[in-house]
């Protein structure tokens, strides 16, 4: 971004506008295209050998332009003219280059071109041609406010011919733009109101939210919920559903996913996060004995003081019973959770004995066993 070999192109263009300088105009588009498509080609190599190939938040970041980097792109070349037109040395062109940022947005491009994602590569394109034309029309604009000299067209319909381009070059830019802030904006508040109906409306003392997942797009809005524990009536759930309006979420598709069977379909992983979650944000004592379905740890003292026994690391033993009801049918499954930490890390061979043996102590095949 420091280096910035392209701030000087765009504003090389914005400057021969601005001073009808035609030749100066083809020389900056000519040295801009030249620098665009190697510094591509070169981001295009390099995502395509390096072995680094996940989308951090630097390069998404780049892939969904929207007004706010118009008026960014538009403010950065402002001030990059206004310095560029002082005698004396200051800090601002470093700040502008980093703050318009022409070349993160072509690496973007190379990278969606080196994994072959079409959304990453237009967007960032998008996001170029956005800093690009403003810092040109910034730069424009500054010239003409220092009324620098320019020459003069023998024939004025060229020179209106030119202010006509840029007025269209303008809005077709900023529309875009303007559209995918819109969708930006309304996705955050969706995405809000969605995460507040959940956190308020499902609290129930038998059942809980395991996975949640907010989809939007332009044509629908949904939310998908994973639950377990005690089944919710159809008159609950239709209530929920009756209650999206309040929380400004009309015609959101609310569907609701319970009765998993769990030998093949639950991932323990995800009860073993719902529960510490619920112990942590509820601050639960161990020995607090709740109700059948309660996903809340019940301590067995007897057990615990047998598994010191066997390993004196353990710090804390819980379990108990989760109801799990079939897709397919009426039929219910009871999986009975045990979670223990210990002050060591049990490898896979311990943990597995441990499960046994648990196993064997209760009883039961269907034992489960979460080791924090």
């Known amino acids: 971004m420091l ?6 192109p765009v504003m090389g263009i914005g400057l021969g506008v601005g001073i009808n300088d035609l030749e100066l105009v083809k020389r900056g588009a000519k040295n801009l295209l030249v620098a665009t498509i190697i510094s591509v ?31 960014i ?20 062109i470093p700040g502008v280059a980093i703050a318009t940022a022409l070349m993160p947005p072509l690496c973007t491009a190379g990278y969606g071109l080196a994994i072959g ?13 956005i800093n690009s034309v403003f810092i040109a029309i910034a730069t424009y604009l500054i010239t003409r406010y220092l009324k ?6 023998d024939n004025t319909e060229i020179q209106k011919k030119v202010s006509r381009y840029i007025i269209i070059i303008v809005i077709v830019t900023i529309i875009p733009s303007i559209f ?44 998908d919920l994973l639950l377990i524990g005690e089944e919710l009536s159809k008159k609950t759930t239709d209530t929920l559903r009756a209650n999206l309006t309040k929380y400004k979420l009309k015609g959101v598709k609310l569907n609701i996913l319970q009765g998993l069977n769990a030998r093949q379909q639950l991932d323990l992983s995800q009860i073993k996060a719902s529960i510490l979650e619920d112990v942590y944000s509820k601050q639960a004592r161990a020995d607090t004995v709740k109700g059948k379905n309660s996903l809340e740890m019940v301590t067995d003292t007897q057990v615990l003081s047998e598994i010191k026994t066997l390993y004196p690391q353990v ?38 004995r441990l499960q046994n043996w648990l196993r064997t102590r209760y009883k039961t095949t269907s034992l489960k066993l979460v080791i924090n």
């Open 3 to 8: 280096i910035s070999p392209i701030m000087g």
């Open 41 to 71: 080609i070169t981001s295009t190599i390099y995502f395509s050998i390096t072995p680094l190939h996940e989308a951090q938040s630097e390069l998404l970041a780049r892939t969904s332009p929207s007004i706010w980097d118009v008026f």
């Open 73 to 92: 792109a538009f403010f950065g070349g402002l001030a990059g003219m206004v310095a560029a037109s002082r005698t004396e040395k200051n800090n601002v």
């Open 117 to 129: 994602n079409w959304y990453f590569f237009l967007g960032a394109i998008y996001l170029y041609f």
């Open 148 to 153: 620098l000299s320019k020459k003069h067209f």
């Open 180 to 223: 995918m802030a819109y969708r930006i904006v309304d996705k955050s508040i969706f995405e809000t109101n969605a995460r507040k109906f959940v956190e308020e409306q499902f609290v129930y003392k038998n059942t809980q939210v395991i996975t949640k997942t907010y989809n939007y797009s332009s044509s629908k809005k949904s939310i």
């Open 315 to 352: 710090r804390s033993f819980g379990l108990n019973n989760i109801v799990i009801r079939r897709v397919d049918t009426t039929l219910a499954d009871t999986l009975k959770v045990a979670m223990a930490q210990f002050g060591n890390r049990m490898n896979k061979t311990e943990t597995e």
